[in-house]
């Protein structure tokens, strides 16, 4: 599909990634990008048009989809981190991330599912991570949510087949985000990250390896586990 001309929604569009996905969208000529957060009035982007969304919340998801009846470029990037790790947290947290990734990012698919399908297909983008495909210390329920979410986002690709919805995942490590401000570690450009999914759509890439840490982890899957894991050698 082409960006140009398109009608896009974008979750968590008020900051991070998913605000540069807004502005990479308007720079190439969509027609119309509602941008989604949970508090509408902190999106600041001019010429997008504000939504109330959050994932979680069956109602307002329900309703984005019935306000939104045009949309042909669903992008998936909500999301949370919390932190939390797997054996001394509060298990509510770790519940937050796999309610937020897995389920928030299924209630959204299933109800754009007919939109898209009304566009003639159309195409969805996940946002996901290089920790869908491995994990780090303190890092690990955000890593378990976005390995369900990769999982997820393959079961979406087959059942969408159908109806010609393009499905794309996204795989990238560190952005220069708030989300990440505090870790000291190369970052890549949210705004080129952005570019670089949105090349990916309009050349119907089922996924897009954005940096070179993704990449590496990604090759590392077929070697043994010892390559994403030295500490179990």
Known sequence: MQINGATALVTGANRGLGRRFAQALLDRGAAKVYAAARDPRTVDLPGV?????????????AAAAELAPDVDLLINNAGTGTGATLLDEDPANIRLEMETHYFGTLSVARAFAPVLAAAGGGALVNVLSVLSWTTAPGLEAYSAAKAAELSLTNGLRLALADQKTLVTALHVGFMDTELVAHVDAPKSDPLVVANLALDGVEAGEPEVVADERSRQVRAALSGPLSLLFPSVA
């Open 49 to 61: 048009v504000p939504v109330r969304l959050d994932i979680t919340d069956p109602a307002q998801v």
